[in-house]
């Protein structure tokens, strides 16, 4: 595997302005040399994605939790592989985009982005996760609990998180039954827990709290550590954030599966590379970024390089 052609691409996703398309990369990248052509063949024929999966597996991860959740890239073509009419949950409507599941890692202070899987009809985002859910554990992560939203909390996922020996914490929607009962109707008061059986066998301790309820297939684990474990499941909400803000996930123009996951893959990358950065000169993601595009803050060709050559 070649690193000089990955370096080069990744270091345009990191000074570019437009780091979406690969016009905006060759136009930012600031070299002649390197046309929309050439990020066009080496998008086509990477092989970012197997670096990537070497890469992690090379971080020394222990421990921590892991973290699902998607997103919806929007779109505006239809006819694009992969982009369809999604529902977009924080608004109740539709809209047209490429829905993508990630997988992050954290140790409840940094979250680092593993895997991720773009949906296409004929897999529902349950059989993505349960996917991406066994990549982990083939890597041979151990994570003290995986943590994601009411949406992933089907007895696909739940199943799937038990029989890999993790525990999970989760919320639950209030029609979900617990011991043949609904959750809403168990008690009046607003304020409980209680320890039994989701449908499809899943032993489950639930918490009420006002209108929200949450699960935990630990039962020695209290509300406050519940809540507390919860929380850290918002890291990966930050990490779509900057992916798309700054590391080319927003509004990705390629045409079919492979080039815009090997794309994203690169965002995947940057945001790695980000990461190192930060923790050498102790700024965020955001401001290296623009020191970056405003070329205040000059890439070390030869560490990107390094960077590079110790996931290959």
């Not at 930012?28 to 890469?55: I, M, P």
């Not at 073509?77 to 890692?105: N, R």
């Not at 939203?149 to 039954?177: I, P």
């Not at 930050?238 to 803000?245: I, N, S, T």
Request: charged share 25%.
């Amino acid at each position: 595997m070649s690193i000089n052609p990955l370096a080069t691409y990744l270091e345009a996703v990191l000074v570019a302005a437009d780091n979406q398309s690969c016009s905006g990369l060759a136009d930012g990248q600031g070299s002649e040399s390197v046309s929309h052509d050439w990020f066009q063949r080496t998008l086509k024929d990477s092989e970012v994605c197997s670096l990537y999966a070497g890469l992690v597996n090379k971080l020394g991860l222990e421990g921590g939790y892991v973290l699902l959740d998607d997103t919806i890239l929007e779109k505006h073509t239809l006819g694009l592989e992969g982009v369809c009419k999604l529902l977009d949950t924080k608004t109740g409507g539709f809209i047209l985009g490429l829905s993508v599941v990630l997988l992050c890692w954290s140790d409840g202070r940094r979250t680092v982005p593993l895997a991720f899987l773009p949906y296409e009809r004929g897999r529902s985002k349950h059989d993505l996760a349960v996917e991406l859910l066994e990549r982990a554990k083939s890597w041979g992560l151990t994570p003290r609990y995986a943590l994601f939203d009411a949406w992933y909390a089907s007895q696909k996922v739940l199943k799937a998180v038990t029989r890999l020996g993790w525990h999970f914490v989760t919320r639950l929607r209030r029609n979900r039954y617990l011991d043949g009962r609904k959750l809403r109707t168990r008690h009046r008061h607003p304020n409980w827990h209680a320890v039994g059986k989701l449908k499809g066998g899943v032993e489950v301790k639930v918490f009420r709290r006002g209108s929200k309820f949450y699960a935990a297939s630990d039962a020695a684990l209290e509300w406050k550590a519940a809540k507390r474990l919860y929380k850290i499941r918002s890291g990966i909400e930050e990490v779509f954030r900057a992916l798309k803000q700054e590391c080319g996930w927003r509004g990705v123009q390629q045409r079919n599966v492979r080039t815009y996951t090997n794309h994203l893959t690169f965002g995947l990358l940057a945001y790695l590379y980000l990461q190192r950065l930060g923790s050498q000169s102790r700024s965020g993601v955001y401001v290296l970024r623009r020191r970056l595009i405003s070329r205040k803050l000059t890439l070390d060709r030869t560490d990107l390089l390094s960077f590079l050559d110790g996931a290959a």
